[in-house]
């Protein structure tokens, strides 16, 4: 294990403290989906007023799991409202990208939301802002030079502003169209690894690295029926990102079933895999969509009451169980 920590100022640390559990892990819910979140309600229902909508589904998600969460995340353009509604105890991240990228161009390239920066989210209550970065470490120089100076930006943003900086990592492949399938994950550990690897690098200034997992579960021997990596071997990539990186690091849960996050965690626990929390989005409050769109609020609130509640319990359980303090990487400078 790197041996090397994370500096933070005191304010910095404070405001990590405030997005963790008592424990001192991170037990975030996300729900910055914005694109997305519309589509899935959109598909179950007719009414066309769909901005209002994922406004008052991301308030119904806030108001009702954040007692369970140690925080929440949300996004400037349709969260602000339900991040007034979040319990007293849960810390606030916020969006700073804008969903999604241009498909027309090469290299999934970021941008930052136009009429938003660093100091604003945290004018209106931020105590950490997130970025989304599509990256691909085998992608041309052209292309990850972009990307390796705009996230210098974002994170000398933070450092400006003392505020910590998430930045969440999502891997592909330019030439491979399904990451979900076994051609991908043949090459996703090398994608996951290398990336968690160069955005530790100093000069990006994070402070928490938010990732996914560095294999497809469901091709690992004995959780689905085509097997491209044995048990020891995805166990070895797991502790081989785990030691990729001195930063504190966090859980994507990529839009997996609750159940497949849960035994994923476990899975990375018995492999040695010192990982710091979860920011768990999908897996939590997906199957709440429909209902919302089929059968309005307050079944939409029934439900979060009995199954969101149950999910991010059995979460917090399994979280207890196998997630480090990130406390033990970091150390506060003056």
């Known amino acids: 294990m790197v041996e090397k920590k994370l500096q933070l100022t005191q304010e910095k640390y404070e405001a990590l403290k405030r997005l963790s559990s008592k424990e001192e892990f991170i037990s975030a819910l996300a729900i910055d989906q914005r694109g997305s979140l519309k589509r899935m309600i959109k598909k179950d229902q007719v009414d066309q007023d769909i901005q209002a909508d994922a406004i008052e589904f991301k308030e119904l998600v806030s108001n009702l799991l954040t007692p369970f969460s140690s925080s929440i995340l949300l996004d400037p353009e349709y969260g602000l409202p339900a991040s007034k509604l979040r319990d007293k105890n849960a810390g606030l991240l916020i969006a700073y990208e804008k969903t999604g990228y241009d498909a027309t161009e090469p290299g999934r390239l970021p941008d930052i939301l136009s009429i938003w920066s660093v100091k604003r989210l945290k004018e209106v209550g931020a105590d950490a802002v997130k970025f989304l970065l599509y990256y691909d470490v085998d992608e041309s120089e ?140 999908r897996a939590t409050w997906k199957d709440a969509t429909a209902v919302y769109a089929k059968n309005g609020v307050e079944a939409t609130k029934e439900w979060l009451k009995a199954e969101g509640k149950k999910n991010i319990e059995d979460l917090n359980i399994v979280l207890k169980e196998t997630a480090t303090p990130w406390t033990d990487k970091v150390e506060v400078i003056n």
């Open 142 to 281: 052209e292309i990850n030079n972009q990307k390796h100076a705009f996230i210098e930006r974002i994170g000398s943003e933070c450092v400006a502003e003392d505020i910590p900086f998430f930045l969440e990592i999502v891997s592909y492949d330019a030439n491979i169209d399904d990451v979900k399938g076994a051609e991908y994950a043949k090459v996703k550990p090398h994608k996951v690894i290398d990336a968690q690897r160069e955005f530790s690098k100093p000069q990006y200034h994070v402070d928490v690295l938010k990732v996914e997992v560095p294999v497809t579960m469901s091709f690992v021997e004995g959780f689905g029926d085509e097997i491209v990596y044995t048990v020891d071997e995805a166990k070895r990539l797991f502790k081989e990102q785990s030691d990729a990186s001195h930063l504190p690091y966090i859980f994507l849960s990529a839009g997996v079933s609750a159940k497949m996050f849960q035994d994923t965690l476990t899975f990375a626990k018995e492999a040695g895999a010192e990982f710091n929390g979860v920011l768990c989005g």
